[in-house]
């Protein structure tokens, strides 16, 4: 069975689907700059309209790439804190549209 929402895949073939918060933190931590200097973070689905990604930067630090063609984002940043990556990666994806998900409703009293 796939994933229910989005899968993370990094260069070296590793794929965590639905990653959590601390497993996006590992996947981070275990990027190198010689043979696994990636993560992508995207629906599993055929055409995905988002994806995230995180890759090392050869100076230190890493760059992190939000993509969402359906609200016209696009977003690139440089952090070198993979706890602050993790953290805002999973409130993006929250944010995200996924078929099915049932559809939150915000009501003021």
């Known amino acids: 069975m796939g994933a229910q ?3 993370a895949d990094s260069e070296n073939g590793d794929r965590i ?7 996006l933190f ?4 275990d990027l ?4 696994n200097t990636f993560v992508v973070i995207q629906p599993d689905e055929d055409a995905p309209v988002w ?5 090392v930067l050869g100076e230190g630090g890493y760059e992190v790439v939000r993509r969402d063609s359906t609200r016209n984002e696009h977003q690139v940043t440089t952090s070198s804190s ?4 993790a953290r805002d990666l999973t409130v993006w994806m929250a944010a995200r549209h996924f078929p099915g998900r049932p559809t939150r409703h915000i009501t003021d009293f």
């Open 51 to 55: 994806f995230a990604s995180v890759a």
């Open 26 to 29: 590992m996947m981070i931590s």
């Open 17 to 23: 689907d639905d990653p959590s918060e601390d497993a």
């Open 82 to 85: 993979i706890n602050d990556i």
């Open 5 to 7: 929402y989005y899968g």
């Open 32 to 35: 190198n700059d010689s043979d």
